[in-house]
């Protein structure tokens, strides 16, 4: 059997190859050559020689990781509430203040109305128990009757007191011609009563 020239490639690191060929003296006899051939015949691949740069990283996925959409989920879930509860306590707390300021306004205003269209006697029935004990509907009606005639008015502020033994009062500041007068009401029975002026 004729002797045969083998010629093979080893990969060695990356883009080095390594060519060997079995001349005569080397290859003796199918057996050897079969041998040698089945074994060099295969590419094998070599870890990168030190300085040689290795493959590229894995891409790491740019999308959100659960825990971090978990997360956003429960941060928004959590300002919704807290923004639904500050509106509703605003709210809440305008509708309290209003109830609480309304009617000792309208007792100031009503009070003045009925002075303004001189329905004296209406407004002596406005007066707390202390003023009405003071004075007579008679004395009201003269002592009014002699001020000058109330033309109009503005009401300018409204604030309400309230004690720590429980007493509420309010202070109603009202314009009358370019001056500021302040209305004293407190509240007895449950209404709001004029008791200064």
């Known amino acids: 059997m004729p002797r045969t020239q083998i010629s093979h490639t080893v990969t060695v690191g990356i883009g080095a ?73 605003g709210f809440w707390l305008f509708r309290t203040v209003q109830g609480t300021i309304t009617p000792a306004r309208d007792a100031a205003t009503g009070y003045l109305d009925d002075v303004e269209a001189g329905n004296y006697p209406a407004a002596y029935a406005r007066l707390c128990e202390r003023l009405r004990g003071r004075q007579t509907e008679a004395e009201f009606t003269r002592a009014r009757q002699a001020e000058p005639p109330l033309d109009g008015y503005k009401v300018t502020d409204t604030q309400v007191h309230t004690t720590t033994n429980g007493d509420t009062s309010a202070e109603v500041t009202v314009k009358i011609a370019d001056r500021n007068r302040v209305i004293n009401l407190v509240k007895e029975g449950g209404d709001w009563r004029v008791c200064g002026t």
Request: net charge positive.
């Open 17 to 89: 190859t390594t060519a060997r060929q079995f001349g005569p003296d080397q290859c003796i006899g199918g057996s050897a050559c079969g041998v040698a051939w089945g074994f060099y015949a295969h590419r094998v691949t070599y870890p990168p020689m030190p300085g040689t740069p290795g493959p590229p990283p894995p891409q790491k996925s740019r999308g959100l990781s659960r825990t971090t959409r978990t997360v956003i989920i429960v941060v928004a879930v959590v300002a919704l509430f807290c923004c639904a509860g500050a509106v509703g306590g």
